[in-house]
């Protein structure tokens, strides 16, 4: 039986969303976005967009806590983090039940992956807050008359940060995004998906009962013109992109138009798996659907390019394909449900026309196929069988339940096509022999490899891509980077 929805849920949906301001939620007569549950099809809740007065609004009180928090002392931000990290945990079940109403998220997803771990990360991050340090340097610079010299380096925040989120982690991006920024001193605006808005409004104020000040946390809605406005403003100093790459190139060169705003990019792909043929056939299918199909394979990181040794590709298809039509597919807010629905009806139908794409390019469909009729966005778990290496559905990223499988023959050739791609986001190789995995680890152009895994993150491992992937990287002390300039300071006495 599905999850009974708690009345504290009920009460926040029904509110008249818009938009957080100055430490307080705040309506606005903009238009009305619908949030629609893609289980259901129901309307859950209705969001306003910003306008361009309000986007002024949202940038001044973050100019206003910017100043405010980048004098709070790092143990002071540190502490705040972590009391946002205890109160995300006392509202688990609360924001699990949002974030599976508006995204189709699994509830158990929900409840590990995007409220437990986001408090995890955020933790990570706090622990920052002390740690972030310059170096002091000896100069060499000759002494005509006795004098001396020495530097040192500061790291100092950037300023207002414009964190764009994506649907399909809105919890989670959203807390990466403002742990970065808050724990390095600058303040942050967030600008969810309007698809998946509701969540972040539910931390902002739950950041407040942090302590967190007023204006350091802002939340802005809309669609992609707001973000547009909040990269071009001259009152913010960077942009922190998750999404799509042509989504990224258009953010990327509007950051470096406005004012060679600061951007990172944390952008899609498309990411493959290559498996070895010592590698057991049964944890090879069990490695592909965690590579490929958790949360509907609706994960940047997800692997959609999967080779196989010639040898055992019928075997790990006709495997595959029997555990998938074994997966019970339901309501996400029942704990037995395996698989879901996709997050939103304009994704379901891109994927519709790329299964019609494969069937037009004569791939074989092993497995699936098809979008699930009714009033939910459900899409078949779907494994293909691609004709050759030029097959659209290896080249162009589905962000979806569809594994598209090549043969391979040796290993030089495995490494070609895990290579044959404009992306570099992530890859991962699955064997038992570590002396392959050592040598091929340095051949593979991704900036995430895994080995015998896929998809699962630390927040102590930095994240993110190369080539068309991306620009910067998120977790470990890499993020420091990114959201500080350092300020060089040389003396002479």
């Not at 029997?322 to 379901?348: C, M, W, Y």
């Not at 290496?389 to 895990?418: H, I």
Request: aromatic share 8%; proline share 5%.
């Amino acid at each position: 039986m599905p999850a009974e929805i708690l009345d504290v849920v009920k009460e926040f949906l029904g509110r008249d969303h818009a938009l957080f301001i100055e430490g307080k939620a705040l309506r606005t007569a903009g238009p009305s976005n619908a949030v629609v549950d893609p289980a259901t099809g129901q309307v859950i809740a209705h969001v306003r967009e910003a306008s361009s007065d309000e986007v002024d609004q949202a940038v001044a009180s973050a100019r206003r806590g910017f100043l405010r928090w980048a004098n709070t002392s790092p143990a002071d931000r540190g502490q705040k983090l972590h009391r946002l990290a205890d109160l995300l945990e006392q509202h688990s079940e609360e924001l699990a039940q949002i974030e599976t109403l508006q995204s189709g998220k699994l509830i158990g997803l929900s409840r590990s992956f995007e409220v437990a771990q986001a408090a995890h990360f955020l933790r990570y991050y706090a622990g920052w807050a002390t740690k972030i340090t310059g170096q002091t340097m000896s100069p060499s610079i000759p002494s005509m008359n006795g004098e001396r010299y020495s530097a040192f380096t500061l790291r100092e925040p950037v300023g207002v940060v414009v964190g764009i989120v994506p649907w399909n982690f809105s919890t989670m991006i959203a807390i990466w995004k403002l742990a970065s920024a808050l724990v390095t001193g600058c303040s942050v605006i967030i600008k969810p998906s309007e698809f998946t808005p509701l969540t972040i409004l539910r931390i902002a104020e739950l950041a407040i009962a942090a302590g967190i000040p007023a204006g350091v946390l802002n939340v802005v809605n809309g669609t992609g013109s707001v973000g547009k406005a909040l990269i071009e403003h001259p009152g913010t100093d960077k942009v922190s992109f998750t999404g799509s790459v042509p989504t990224g190139l258009a953010v990327g060169s509007t950051a470096m138009q406005a004012k060679l705003t600061r951007a990172t990019l944390e952008l899609g792909g498309k990411n493959s798996a290559g498996f070895l043929p010592d590698f057991d056939i049964y944890k090879a299918v069990d490695g592909v659907i965690e590579a490929g199909f958790l949360h509907s394979g609706q994960i940047c990181a997800a692997a959609e390019r999967f080779y196989v040794h010639r040898s055992q590709m019928a075997a790990v298809l006709e495997k595959l394909s029997a555990k998938l039509a074994s997966l019970r597919i339901g309501s996400p807010l029942d704990e037995n449900t395996q698989f879901g629905p996709v997050t939103n009806r304009p994704h379901q139908q891109k994927l519709a026309r790329y299964f019609d794409m494969a069937r037009s390019e004569g791939n074989e469909i092993v497995h699936g196929g098809r979008i699930i009729d009714g009033p939910g966005c459900y899409v078949e778990p779907t494994v293909i069988l691609a004709a050759s290496r030029d097959a659209t559905l290896l080249k162009e990223e589905t962000f979806g339940p569809v594994a598209t499988f090549l043969p391979y023959d040796d290993e030089e050739e495995l490494v070609s096509l895990m290579n044959d791609s404009p992306y570099g986001l992530s890859a991962s190789i699955w064997t038992n022999d570590l002396s392959k995995a050592m040598r091929m680890i340095p051949q593979l152009q991704v900036g995430t490899l895994w080995v015998n895994m896929h998809t699962l993150l630390d927040p102590s491992v930095p994240f993110g891509g190369i080539k068309a992937s991306g620009i910067g990287r998120e977790f470990g002390s890499a993020f420091i980077d990114d959201y500080t300039e350092m300020k060089s300071v040389m003396m002479r006495y």
